[in-house]
């Protein structure tokens, strides 16, 4: 019995150190998300997305002849969950990135530990946090297709160029931080750009009826809203309004359920802005993302995996330019990074040592065409520099 026993915990120790030498050998990619609850709907396919094109890589020999091993951690969007995850992959898995895709409320945590152990943060299907535009936090890198500023700002200009007549806009945020300071952003903007902001509603990330807010936004007589959140606070909000009667333009954030549900409500007056190429393109690299995600046995839309496999391209462009397996290796390369994201967006995505966001961001514009019975871009892309 001794004996046996002795011969057990022999295996268990040459397993410890086996799986301790493939984690040693491994990039260590830890990662927080919102994989359940009420947001998990913007974030989960994201990751499922990630996990599959990681897979693939690692199926074809993974990167510098080593794997990447991603770990997932479910935060459900709550900080106090967010900030366990990220201790624990810090800490434990010593992993040599971290990620965070969930609300922009579970940022502070995650940011003060991945400052503390000197490890790169990188934003992958959450929203851009400032502090990855220019001049950039040393350790903050966004992949996402949204940033701050830069979509108000083009989104009030596409406005500018449809209106017929003087703008009455109204604005609709979730009540999380850099939602609510975005259109808070897009008031002040449309007051310099000769629009009148006529109300602005401000919904709990849980609500279950929003026909309250629509309300209000409805009786303040806006001909055009802006909308920036998450795509269920942004889609319900309109939908309440529709079904008060409101017949105005809606635009909001083209986040990746946009185009199915636009398929899905068939209004010519709902549209969509965003950065991310549309499936209906049938670009190469969309036939690429169908054959791993079908392989990995998906159940999302496959409308609703492009952020995804961006974030898997990032990571794995950033790996080929760190030899050896070490937050210090991969924070110099993601520094001085140009990722081919094969017509995914507009162009490539840069990351320099001052500029973590991207030096070019691209927008696209879609809605539904009745006449032609599907989605249609009503603008091509457009290119902004991102200068300090």
């Not at 899905?264 to 965003?274: A, N």
């Not at 937050?327 to 967006?345: E, F, I, P």
Request: aromatic share 8%.
């Amino acid at each position: 019995m001794k004996r046996q026993t002795l011969t057990l915990l022999s295996a268990a120790l040459v397993a410890t150190a086996a799986s301790s030498a493939h984690a040693q050998n491994a990039y260590v990619v830890g990662v927080t998300a919102a994989m359940t609850g009420p947001a998990a709907g913007t974030y989960a396919p994201v990751m499922d997305a990630l996990r599959a094109y990681i897979d693939h890589v690692n199926g074809k020999g993974g990167v510098n002849g080593r794997p990447i091993q991603l770990i997932i951690a479910d935060d459900q969007g709550e900080p106090s969950r967010a900030a366990a995850n990220a201790k624990k992959l810090l800490n434990q898995d010593r992993v040599v990135l971290l990620i965070n895709s969930s609300l922009s409320s579970t940022y502070a945590p995650v940011v003060a530990d991945s400052k503390r152990a000197g490890v790169p943060l990188l934003f992958a299907g959450s929203a851009c946090p400032k502090e990855t535009y220019p001049p950039a936090d040393p350790l903050q890198f966004c992949s996402t297709a949204f940033g701050a500023t830069f979509d108000s700002r083009a989104a009030l200009d596409f406005i500018k160029s449809q209106a017929k007549e003087p703008v009455r806009l109204g604005l609709a945020a979730m009540a999380i931080p850099l939602s609510r300071g975005e259109i808070d952003f897009a008031e002040g903007l449309s007051r310099q750009v000769g629009m009148t902001p006529v109300d602005k509603q401000i919904t709990p990330p849980p609500t279950p009826d929003y026909t309250p807010f629509a309300t209000k936004l409805k009786d303040a007589n806006p001909n055009w809203v802006w909308a920036w959140s998450p795509w269920i606070s942004q889609v319900r909000t309109f939908e309440a309004m529709r079904r008060l009667g409101w017949n105005g333009q809606y635009v909001a954030w083209a986040h990746l359920n946009a185009e199915e549900d636009l398929a899905r409500i068939k209004d010519p007056g709902l549209f969509v802005i965003g950065s991310n190429a549309f499936f209906s393109d049938d670009l190469p690299i969309h036939a690429e993302i169908r054959a791993v995600t079908h392989r990995a046995n998906l159940k999302h839309p496959v409308s609703f995996l492009a952020e995804g496999f961006v974030a898997g391209l990032v990571i794995e462009t950033a790996m080929k330019g760190a030899a050896q397996p070490t937050a210090q290796a991969v924070t110099a390369s993601m520094n001085n990074l140009k990722v081919d994201l094969k017509g995914l967006r507009g162009g490539p995505l840069e990351w320099t040592k001052d500029n973590h966001f991207r030096t070019r961001q691209y927008y696209r514009v879609w809605r539904w065409d009745n006449s032609a019975g599907a989605v249609r871009r009503v603008q091509d892309w457009v290119a902004v520099d991102v200068k300090q």
